[in-house]
């Protein structure tokens, strides 16, 4: 599979966190919603990283392991432009997190709990096909 191992590890970190505080800390869902939005991040940065050793590939289906200026901006292009919906699903993620890390409101169990479930599922499918 084409990912970057290392930031496909990180992501792995992310997301065991995300597992852990869902079953430990059920009350912190702002911290796992952002963990979460990294896990993914992470692992979309890790497939345009490898993807950039194909020199057949579109600029916008690539990244460099240290790039950090846009890069966000960058995954949600490359995800929106393989699929419309996983796009917007992704924004709605990103939404999220900017909640959680820096608004008075609270992340609701009912908003993680619906966005792990997506992602968990776009995660494993993500993973075996690319």
Request: proline share 3%; charged share 30%.
């Amino acid at each position: 599979m084409a990912f970057d191992e290392n930031l496909k590890a990180k992501s792995e970190k992310n997301w065991h966190c995300v597992e852990l505080l869902r079953e430990h800390q059920p009350k912190h869902f702002d911290v796992a919603t952002s963990r979460l939005y990294y896990s993914i991040f992470l692992l979309i940065k890790s497939h345009m990283v490898e993807n950039a050793k194909d020199k057949s590939k579109p600029e916008t289906f690539t990244m460099s392991a240290t790039a950090t200026t846009g890069s966000h901006k960058l995954t949600l292009k490359y995800i929106t432009d393989l699929n419309q919906n996983e796009g917007r699903q992704l924004r709605d993620l990103s939404d999220l997190r900017n909640i959680a890390d820096y608004e008075p409101k609270p992340v609701t169990k009912e908003e993680f709990e619906r966005n792990f479930k997506i992602w968990a599922v776009w995660k494993k499918k993500f993973l075996s096909t690319h």
